[in-house]
């Protein structure tokens, strides 16, 4: 199992940026992939952002496209989720999420990521 720990979140105003980070520990080289998932109040969690480590091959969700960027310290053992002029429809909690290496070549099936930071809050105020 790995463990995901994220980091940066804060609150921000319309226009900002933040960068979260999401360090991994424990069985990493079971790690295939790394999402990021939002989860806005009220609503389901949603895939945003994913970095598969192999090719550093990236996919985005359509609502994010050319504001956040995803990418990763392989030494480190660390993804970050780089994201530019927020606005509030950005306001939720952000998860860093695992897929494994047994798992489909996909980056965009929420459903195959298995291993789950505990999230970091992200508001952004109009």
């Known amino acids: 199992q790995v463990q995901l720990l994220e980091s940066g979140g804060g609150l921000v105003q319309a226009g900002d940026s933040l960068r979260l980070s999401c360090e991994a520990s424990?069985?990493?080289?079971?790690?295939?992939?790394m999402g990021w998932f939002r989860q806005a109040p009220g609503k389901e969690r949603e895939l945003v952002a994913a970095?598969?480590?192999?090719?550093?091959?990236?996919y985005y969700t359509d609502s994010v496209k050319g504001r956040f960027t995803t990418s990763g310290d392989k030494a480190k053992k660390t993804v970050f989720l780089q994201m530019n002029t927020l606005g509030p429809q950005d306001t939720g909690v952000y998860y860093c999420?695992?897929?494994?290496?047994?798992?489909?070549?996909?980056?965009?099936?929420?459903?195959?990521?298995?291993?789950w930071g505990q999230g970091t809050q992200v508001t952004v105020s109009s």
């Open positions: 424990g069985r990493t080289s079971s790690t295939y992939a």
């Open positions: 999420a695992a897929k494994r290496i047994n798992g489909s070549p996909y980056l965009s099936r929420p459903y195959e990521y298995v291993d």
């Open positions: 970095f598969r480590l192999s090719d550093t091959s990236t």
